[in-house]
């Protein structure tokens, strides 16, 4: 995990914190916000963004050292006592992860080639997020510190994989704080993946993939088990799958046997991929509808055509200033959904809105229970894959929540 390094490095800044900021982090939270700094130290003309600090009590206790930020959140931090963060660090961190998924039998899996090697805060790497498709390593950046270690973190991936991975894709771009101002630009850090669209497996179904093109990494990686929840459910369904982006619940719903399935989204591409994706799995004869229509309109007039609906939208809360409207828009478009399904109906709803808890998703849904006068029960309540671990430390990192309801 790197070296220990001596009692004083005086080439790294030290941050100072107020007076009691440190009890979050003696629970070992991995955040540090601007609010509790008391002062900086450091040489010359100040603190880079990106930069490795040490962060001390206002008493000068060593209690931290992470990634410099500018913004609401100082420090993210890397590591609890004084170690080195270099290269020998960067793979003994990133093989702890790999180790997490080749417990969870996802490494070597033919049926599944396709899932999260690093998770942020989830694997102690707060602002990294590596996901694998098939022999391609695509890297997002969320903080300038990783940012910057970037072609460390690549070679770390590929010594991992003892050669098995033959590209490193970062994606970036879209994900790094506006005012840093890096002048990011997507590309390949390591190889050069020999086709795009790729075509991967999950759960022996199959989808194409395009991470040089696609929103986030390519896939959603975390649906992936909730995807084979559909699949289990749709069996003779007559089926509408909202925000449908690459159709990967559409995809599961024919595997399961439903009878007919609507894929919609606003977006055109996005309509084009789960055509193709259906057709990859089960050529021209599924019953198969897609339309680039705006989700939320559509749900004022459905009927009674479905009697299974999966409603899985886009953050709706990218942040608390925004959660009141976001609350309603998750209301709005439940019991739109709960008051048309057909009697007997299965409706998958998400919020992947971090700042939306469980609990207060749940009182919502329950509200648009009450709105459509529905009798519903709840069959299952779910959340990320295991290859999105939550740190014990850092609950904020539990962002998706779902629920399944059974609508009389």
């Not at 699949?231 to 007559?238: K, L, M, V």
């Not at 990218?318 to 439940?334: E, S």
Request: net charge neutral; charged share 25%.
């Amino acid at each position: 995990m790197g070296h220990i390094t001596e009692d004083r490095d005086d080439a790294i800044a030290r941050i100072y914190l107020r007076r009691g900021k440190e009890e979050s982090l003696l629970r070992r939270h991995p955040w540090i916000f601007s609010g509790a700094l008391e002062r900086i130290e450091c040489a010359g003309d100040g603190i880079a963004e990106g930069e490795i600090v040490d962060v001390y009590t206002s008493r000068g206790e060593f209690i931290a050292r992470g990634h410099y930020q500018i913004g609401s959140i100082a420090v993210r931090v890397l590591a609890f006592e004084r170690v080195a963060i270099d290269r020998a660090w960067w793979c003994g961190r990133i093989g702890e992860a790999y180790a997490l998924r080749r417990a969870l039998s996802l490494t070597d899996n033919p049926s599944t080639d396709c899932y999260r090697l690093v998770h942020g805060e989830g694997d102690s790497l707060p602002g990294l997020v590596v996901d694998i498709y098939g022999t391609t390593a695509v890297v997002q950046c969320h903080s300038v510190g990783m940012y910057r270690s970037r072609s460390v973190i690549a070679d770390a991936i590929c010594e991992c994989y003892d050669g098995r991975i033959e590209a490193v894709y970062d994606k970036s771009s879209q994900t790094l704080p506006f005012k840093a101002d890096l002048g990011a630009v997507d590309g390949y850090l390591r190889g050069r993946a020999a086709q795009m669209p790729l075509t991967v497996s999950e759960n022996g179904l199959l989808y194409n993939v395009d991470w040089e093109h696609g929103q986030k990494t390519g896939f959603f990686l975390d649906q992936r088990v909730n995807r084979d929840l559909v699949r289990r459910y749709a069996r003779g369904r007559n089926v509408l799958n909202t925000f449908c982006y690459t159709g990967g619940f559409s995809v599961n719903a024919f595997a399961g046997g439903a009878a007919e399935v609507c894929s919609i989204d606003s977006s055109e591409r996005a309509v084009q991929l789960a055509e193709k994706n259906v057709r990859l799995n089960f050529g021209d004869g599924a019953r198969h509808t897609a339309l680039a229509v705006d989700a939320v309109e559509y749900l004022k007039s459905i009927g009674d055509r479905y009697d299974m609906i999966i409603l899985d939208p886009p953050a709706f809360a990218k942040h608390h200033k925004v959660l009141g409207n976001a609350l309603q828009g998750y209301k709005r478009i439940n019991a739109r959904a709960m008051s048309q399904i057909r009697p007997g109906g299965i409706l998958f709803t998400f919020s992947c809105s971090q700042a939306v808890s469980r609990d207060l998703f749940r009182t919502t849904v329950f509200s648009a229970a009450a709105i459509a006068g529905r009798r519903v029960r709840i069959l299952h309540q779910l959340t990320q894959p295991a290859d999105h671990p939550v740190n014990i430390y850092h609950p904020e990192g539990e962002y998706l929540k779902g629920l399944v309801l059974y609508v009389e």
